[in-house]
């Protein structure tokens, strides 16, 4: 089995080295976006490891996006079934997070018009300092490097940001 490789993107204003004498204690809170994927799932496993090693909070969010256009048939019902969905993913990021001895908060949010935009601002919200997410989800292109979540977190995020492979 390959070892996935860790590909670690941090804004450049934070990632100025500071004077010799102080020390970096580590990560204090940790989010991971899941969306379901295997990738994201892997990713939830690195945080868990990340978590107990540098004593961090953990938390799980995962984005159940509005519709781009208009649904037929009955919208609650896809809502109800991602919900369903994103419930048995988060219990296995639970379990992954309990295999490493970490507690874990999870969130569900639904009906967002922006994932990435929904991501950062739970970031901000609970002050993480660290947000775990996997390069692809659940879209068909195979040929995107990082996927437009990963890119835009990259981009856009106030913290550290690590994407995994």
Known sequence: MRTPRLIIYERAAEARMSAPSSVRKGFTRIMIA???SEVSLRA???AAHIARQDGAELLALHVV??????????LADSY?????????????VEETAARNGIGIKTEIVVGAYSV??????????MKADLIVTGTRGTTPSRRILMGSVASGLVEYSGCAVLVIR
């Open 116 to 125: 990435v935009d929904a991501i950062l601002g739970y970031a901000e919200t």
């Open 65 to 74: 996006p509005a519709p781009q256009f208009e649904v037929q048939g009955e």
């Open 44 to 46: 939830a496993e690195h």
């Open 80 to 92: 109800a079934n991602a919900r369903r969905n994103a419930k048995k993913w988060m219990r296995e």
């Open 34 to 36: 899941v969306d379901g």
